[in-house]
């Protein structure tokens, strides 16, 4: 079983709407601070987390106990202009876990199986047409993978430039993905007992498909 910690910040909006209309300067530096505060505190511990709209976050939590989680949350309390709360769900898929949080609270103690992705030849692109060019057409696969994960158990999540990860149910998720996906991808895949353990092998085996010039995917366990 896989497990998720979903986080919300209670009453965001309504502190974002209390700091008038010359408000966008303040909410973006409160939003990189708390973003900063999510990746140390929970990768400190071993969850790979993302946000997710900046008032919430996710993060893969497979075999991390609960005061650890726990911890991390209180050190993202201590970056936020609002009360942070979060639950948990567990379920055989990534996705699954997602959507019985605060229902199904169990163990999730699989292996964590986390994917690597990025684009193929985008600085070329890049040069070529511009940033902006990228940035649209990464977030059009951001969609894309979204959709598909729905049916197959997973989450992606954008990294920014041309990264994105993605948590997995299984390794051969990660293939099916690479058949889906509009455009020549590389995709290392990590598989460990805590998730940022997984991550980091994900892009070890990311690095050497670029090394060799490679498209597909590469499991590191």
Request: charged residues 20%.
């Amino acid at each position: 079983m896989h497990r998720v910690a979903v986080v919300t910040l209670r009453g965001y909006r309504e502190w974002t709407e209390s700091l008038g209309p010359r408000r966008e300067h303040i909410i973006q530096r409160v939003q990189a601070r708390l973003h900063m505060a999510l990746w140390r505190h929970f990768t400190s511990i071993g969850a790979f987390p993302h946000h997710a709209r900046y008032d919430a976050a996710v993060a893969l939590v497979n075999n991390i106990p609960a005061a650890l989680i726990e911890k991390a949350v209180d050190g993202l309390r201590k970056a936020s202009p609002v009360p942070v709360e979060y639950c948990i769900g567990t379920g055989p898929t990534p996705y699954e876990a997602y959507l019985s949080c605060g229902e199904a609270a169990g163990e999730g103690d699989d292996y964590a199986v986390l994917a690597h992705m990025d684009m193929v030849d985008s600085t070329h692109v890049t040069r070529a047409n511009g940033p902006l060019h990228v940035y649209l057409q990464i977030l059009h696969i951001i969609g894309d993978l979204g959709d598909l994960c729905k049916r197959l158990g997973c989450i992606a999540l954008y990294l920014g430039g041309d990264n994105v990860a993605v948590m997995l149910p299984e390794p051969k998720t990660a293939y099916e993905l690479v058949e889906k996906v509009p455009v020549a991808v590389r995709v290392g895949v990590g598989i460990a007992k805590r998730p940022y353990a997984a991550f980091v092998k994900a892009t070890r085996g990311l690095d050497y498909l670029r090394s060799r010039g490679v498209v597909g995917v590469k499991v590191v366990k």
